[in-house]
């Protein structure tokens, strides 16, 4: 089945500058890829999605790539602000069915 | 908006117990899973149905099994509960089909087995 890795599970970085985390997968037929936020005791979210038949995809101060060569994709925040600190998942899945998470990311932005 | 509850928030089990954790969705969404979230493995996928009566095995399903008899509504279900399943236990459900897979979540039961 599906497996991902997501890196760094920790990263802190001050308010302003940019945070990149980055995601690998093992199936090759899998072609959706959303990102979700969970903030301290509440449900994740999904904050931006990407398919397999596109290559970036951008909403605001929030970025993903996609390699599906390399099997790995990216979410990058520009101007972080406080509120973006949050545990941020990496998922990949094939038509969304089986969905497979990373074991996620802390996100700190200090003021 | 799409409205994802759980049964309880909160609750305390004593091992060898059998557990019942309800899921319930109001947008008549087809598909619906369950999770366990612990800390440094992020959301490991339990169970996951795509119909009525339909379900699938996803990557930690030993200790649990699922019931999806009405569409709104999953249940997971941990037949003697031990103190290895003492967890966060998420639910979800997504539309299903091409451009709807967002996932919606529930707000979570933390299970505590004693």
């Known amino acids: 089945g599906e497996n991902v890795e997501q890196h760094p599970s920790t990263l802190s970085v001050q308010e302003g500058d940019s945070a990149v985390i980055k995601c690998t997968y093992s199936?090759?037929?899998?072609?959706?890829f959303p990102w979700y936020k969970q903030e301290l005791g509440k449900r994740p979210q999904l904050i931006i999605d990407i398919r397999s038949n596109v290559g970036e995809k951008k909403d605001q101060r929030i970025a993903v790539t996609l390699n599906k060569t390399a099997k790995h994709f990216s979410l990058h925040i520009t101007e972080t602000q406080p509120e973006d600190s949050a545990v941020y998942f990496c998922a990949a899945s094939i038509g969304g069915n089986d969905m497979r998470f990373g074991a996620g990311t802390r996100l700190t932005v200090k003021p | 908006d799409v409205k994802v509850t759980q049964s309880s928030r909160y609750l305390v089990k004593r091992t060898g117990e059998k557990v019942f954790l309800e899921c319930v969705q109001d947008?008549?969404?087809?598909?619906m899973f369950w999770y366990r979230q612990d800390p440094g493995l992020g959301l490991r996928l339990i169970y996951f149905?795509?119909?009525?009566?339909?379900?699938e095995k996803g990557d930690i399903p030993e200790g649990y099994s699922v019931s999806r008899e009405k569409k709104e509504r999953f249940s997971l279900i941990l037949e003697s509960a031990s103190t290895n399943q003492t967890s966060m236990y998420l639910c979800?459900?997504?539309?299903?089909?091409?451009?709807?897979?967002?996932?919606?979540f529930g707000p979570g039961t933390r299970l505590l087995v004693l």
């Open positions: 979800a459900s997504s539309l299903g089909g091409s451009h709807k897979e967002t996932q919606y």
């Open positions: 199936d090759s037929a899998s072609n959706y």
């Open positions: 149905s795509y119909d009525v009566k339909m379900k």
């Open positions: 947008m008549d969404h087809e598909n």
